[in-house]
T-cell receptor, first 112, second 111 residues
C-alpha cells in the first residue's frame, strides 16, 4: 500500500486566515487527490493531479488552491478560511488503471 | 451531472450476508469502486469493477451492470469488525476522469 502522510493532523484557525495542508506519499504514484468529508455527504473531490504539471479542479474547488511541488507532494491551501470549510480533509495517492486510491489519515480542520 | 445513490444505513447480524447497492448517473462511466471506512479512520480500497460481472475477493464481492448503471457490494460471513461505512465511487470519464463518491452506507453488524 502507498504510505500517505498528512500534516497537520488537527488544526484550529480563525476566519480569514490562510492555511496550508500538506500531503506526501512514498510509493511514487502519479496521481494525487484532495477530498473533504462532511457528515452525511461522503467524500467530495476538491482538486486532483495526474502528474506534476497536470492539476484539475474537482467538484468543490472554490476557496481552495493546490500545489504539486513534486511527484510525492501535493499541498492544499485555503486562501481565506471561512467557518463552512470546517471539515475532515483527506489526501490520496493512486494508480490509473484501476482507480485505486490510498488515503492519508486525514486532517481535521476547524475554522472559528 | 453525476450522482450516486446508496442506502444510508443497513443492519445485519453476525454470520449473515448483506448486499449494499449503488446506482449511478455519470456522463462518461469508466469504473465503479468500493471503499470501507471505520469510524475515525481513513477510507480503504476494497474493489474495482470496470466490466460487467462479479469480482470476488475473500468474503467480499462486487458486482457491476453497466447497462443498468448499478452495482453492489456483497459481504459474506459478516463479522463485528465489518461494522463501518461503505462508499461506492465512480470514475467519470466526462470532464477529466474525476472520481465521484456516494454519500456512504453505514453498516451495523449485530451479535
Amino acid at each position: 500500500d502507498a504510505d500517505v502522510t498528512q500534516t497537520p493532523r488537527n488544526r484550529i484557525t480563525k476566519t480569514g486566515k490562510r492555511i496550508m495542508l500538506e500531503c506526501s506519499q512514498t510509493k511514487g504514484h502519479d496521481r494525487m487527490y484532495w477530498y473533504r468529508q462532511d457528515p452525511g455527504l461522503g467524500l467530495r473531490l476538491i482538486y486532483y493531479s495526474f502528474d506534476v504539471k497536470d492539476i484539475n479542479k474537482g467538484e468543490i474547488s472554490d476557496g481552495y488552491s493546490v500545489s504539486r511541488q513534486a511527484q510525492a507532494k501535493f499541498s492544499l491551501s485555503l486562501e481565506s478560511a471561512i467557518p463552512n470549510q470546517t471539515a475532515l480533509y483527506f489526501c490520496a495517492a493512486g494508480t490509473g488503471s484501476t482507480d485505486t486510491q490510498y488515503f492519508g489519515p486525514g486532517t481535521r480542520l476547524t475554522v472559528l | 451531472g453525476q450522482s450516486l445513490e446508496q442506502p444510508s444505513e443497513v443492519t445485519a447480524v453476525e454470520g449473515a450476508i448483506v448486499q449494499i447497492n449503488c446506482t449511478y448517473q455519470t456522463s462518461g462511466f469508466y469504473g465503479l469502486s468500493w471503499y470501507q471506512q471505520h469510524d475515525g479512520g481513513a477510507p480503504t480500497f476494497l474493489s474495482y469493477n470496470a466490466l460487467d460481472g462479479l469480482e470476488e475477493t475473500g468474503r467480499f464481492s462486487s458486482f457491476l451492470s453497466r447497462s443498468d448503471s448499478y452495482g453492489y457490494l456483497l459481504l459474506q460471513e459478516l463479522q463485528m469488525k465489518d461494522s463501518a461505512s461503505y462508499f461506492c465511487a465512480v470514475r467519470d470519464q466526462g470532464g477529466g476522469f474525476k472520481t465521484i463518491f456516494g454519500a456512504g452506507t453505514r453498516l451495523f453488524v449485530k451479535a
